[in-house]
């Protein structure tokens, strides 16, 4: 049985990393991508001969393009890719300047497409699948997100754009939007107020583990999801069902 390969961006840290590990143990060879690369060596490292890791800021066309072409010559093959790589500014709309409006943007978005189109000839010869990781904020609007909630809501439209367009090559697209996450980055920066507040506000009482969005991620790129395309799907324990309902009026 040739060995399956993906592609994961931002696969330093956090979901991406999460990704690649559970790849891994699947038996998936993954190709791991970030523009952080003393960070990537060092994810890199405990996955001796599954993985090779190559430096790329996913927002640069050329950068993108010469990734892609090592990958495939290092594997010869792509079977997945995972859009991983994203940044987050937050801040209130007038104080959201242009440029970080096209920070976020140039990350979010425009390295999706790019990284995406780059690969689309190599997913074709293996009817490979393409998950995008999006965001809850991309479903729902926030205070503070203009730029962030923006940027993932066109990952959504883009995803559906994708499967549209790509199915009849046998690619299959999808997008994930994890909820909040207990992140080494969000319990940095988020008040035990913010935590108490998230928890009363999803169903399930807690943040989500990037392990377990990662499952949904390689559950997606899997044999086992080989009908399901265009779809987007909240990892967010029942956030965005709650829409903006009080916690409060949920208790009787």
């Given at each position: 049985?040739?060995?399956?390969?993906?592609?994961?961006?931002?696969?330093?840290r956090?979901?991406?990393?999460?990704?690649?590990?559970?790849?891994?143990?699947?038996?998936?060879?993954?190709?791991?991508?970030?523009?952080?690369?003393?960070?990537?060596?060092?994810a890199?490292?405990?996955?001796?001969?599954?993985?090779?890791?190559?430096?790329?800021?996913v927002?640069?066309?050329?950068?993108?393009?010469?990734?892609?072409?090592?990958?495939?010559?290092?594997?010869?093959?792509?079977?997945?890719l995972?859009n991983?790589?994203?940044?987050?500014?937050?801040?209130?709309?007038?104080?959201?300047?242009?440029?970080?409006?096209?920070?976020?943007?140039?990350?979010?978005?425009?390295?999706?497409?790019?990284?995406?189109?780059?690969?689309?000839?190599?997913?074709?010869?293996?009817?490979?699948?393409?998950?995008?990781?999006?965001?809850?904020?991309?479903?729902?609007?926030?205070?503070?997100?203009?730029?962030?909630?923006?940027?993932?809501?066109?990952?959504?439209?883009?995803?559906?754009?994708?499967?549209?367009?790509?199915?009849?090559?046998?690619?299959?697209?999808?997008?994930?939007?994890?909820?909040?996450?207990?992140?080494?980055?969000?319990?940095?920066?988020?008040?035990?107020?913010?935590?108490?507040?998230?928890?009363?506000?999803?169903?399930l009482?807690r943040?989500?583990?990037?392990?377990?969005?990662?499952?949904?991620?390689v559950f997606?790129?899997?044999?086992?999801?080989?009908?399901?395309?265009?779809?987007?799907?909240?990892?967010?324990?029942?956030?965005?069902?709650?829409?903006?309902?009080?916690?409060?009026?949920?208790q009787?």
């Amino acid at each position: 049985m040739t060995e399956k390969v993906a592609l994961v961006t931002g696969a330093a840290r956090g979901i991406g990393l999460a990704t690649t590990r559970l790849f891994v143990d699947a038996g998936w060879k993954v190709a791991m991508v970030d523009r952080d690369l003393d960070e990537l060596d060092i994810a890199a490292a405990e996955f001796d001969e599954a993985t090779a890791d190559f430096a790329c800021d996913v927002s640069d066309p050329k950068a993108v393009d010469r990734m892609v072409v090592a990958v495939t010559d290092r594997f010869g093959r792509i079977d997945a890719l995972v859009n991983n790589a994203g940044v987050a500014d937050f801040a209130p709309i007038e104080k959201t300047d242009f440029a970080m409006w096209r920070r976020v943007m140039e990350t979010n978005l425009d390295g999706v497409f790019l990284v995406s189109q780059a690969t689309v000839p190599a997913l074709k010869k293996t009817g490979g699948a393409i998950v995008n990781i999006a965001s809850i904020s991309g479903l729902r609007a926030s205070t503070l997100r203009v730029a962030y909630g923006t940027s993932k809501a066109a990952v959504i439209q883009l995803t559906k754009q994708q499967a549209a367009e790509l199915g009849e090559d046998g690619i299959r697209a999808n997008c994930v939007c994890p909820g909040p996450v207990r992140t080494k980055l969000a319990m940095a920066v988020h008040s035990q107020a913010i935590i108490d507040a998230y928890h009363d506000a999803i169903p399930l009482n807690r943040y989500g583990t990037e392990t377990e969005i990662a499952e949904v991620i390689v559950f997606l790129c899997s044999d086992k999801a080989s009908y399901v395309t265009g779809q987007i799907i909240a990892a967010d324990g029942g956030f965005e069902s709650t829409g903006v309902g009080l916690p409060a009026l949920r208790q009787g």
